[in-house]
């Protein structure tokens, strides 16, 4: 929720930053209705999930866990990429979008769709990821989590609001980006789990890879081992799918997260 939360956050800066060097302040309230609007859509859609999952029960409740998971991991995937690709281009991007905003003939409402859309994807995102996290988990303790994790991300985007250089945001991605591969690869390798406890995938071993359930700190009877499961798909006895499959997701996606990015082209002025 630091990372997503942050994301959003820091739009909703950059839009008060643009708009504060236009004097044109006067504005805030109609970006701050379509970041409410976004907010409130984003935890619509958590709620209205979560609820119907909790209907389930038996296989069709396991299938639902696993989708979830799988679901959450490629927009995940996606995600991470595209804000490696796209940082770059995001503050122009969106000062585009306010000045077209501000010739509409509406500006409250054009304005408060710019910060609807920009919000609203990584509110939904925020809320998929929460519900592939906290699968079995009250719903109290997830939220208390995520309540720590924006109060957080706030405080970080109101320091670059204000300084514009406080943080170093390249670092900031970079570091927060691996975290995610990491969660990512969980949410695979829970999602392999979930199949298996449904029967639609096999096993090559029912030992496991290793099995450490008898030391009970590592279990998911405690917080230790339910913060490890949520984050890294931990499991203390895994099976051979399970290790493949992580293996196989954060080994190949943390060499192309670390790739050098290319330089953008410099913009050649037609010749007149």
Request: glycine residues 10%; positive net charge.
């Amino acid at each position: 929720m630091v990372r997503e939360g942050f994301e959003a956050a820091l739009v909703v800066a950059i839009v008060f930053a643009y708009l504060r060097r236009l004097g044109r302040l006067d504005l805030s309230r109609a970006v701050w209705g379509g970041v409410a609007a976004a907010v409130a859509t984003s935890v619509a859609v958590g709620v209205v999930v979560r609820a119907t999952i909790g209907e389930l029960e038996g296989t069709g409740r396991l299938h639902a866990f696993a989708a979830i998971s799988a679901l959450a991991a490629v927009v995940l995937t996606w995600m991470i990429f595209w804000m490696r690709r796209q940082s770059r281009l995001v503050k122009g991007d969106l000062e585009h979008r306010v000045d077209t905003a501000l010739r509409a003939e509406n500006i409250g409402f054009a304005l408060a769709g710019v910060a609807l859309v920009a919000v609203l994807r990584e509110g939904i995102e925020a809320a998929l990821f929460l519900l592939a996290a906290g699968t079995g988990e009250s719903g109290g303790a997830v939220l208390v989590g995520a309540v720590i994790g924006l109060a957080l991300a706030s405080a970080l985007a109101y320091a670059v609001y204000r300084g514009g250089r406080a943080i170093p945001l390249r670092a900031f991605f970079k570091v927060t980006g691996l975290v995610l591969i990491v969660f990512a690869a969980g949410l695979v390798a829970r999602t392999v789990m979930f199949l298996q406890v449904t029967g639609d995938i096999g096993s090559f071993s029912l030992n496991g890879v290793y099995d450490l359930t008898s030391y009970r700190v590592l279990t998911q009877q405690t917080e230790v081992g339910k913060f490890l499961a949520a984050m890294v798909g931990w499991d203390p006895r895994p099976s051979v799918e399970q290790v493949v499959a992580w293996l196989a997701f954060v080994i190949p996606v943390t060499i192309l997260f670390l790739r050098p990015t290319p330089a953008p082209r410099p913009v050649v002025a037609p010749t007149p």
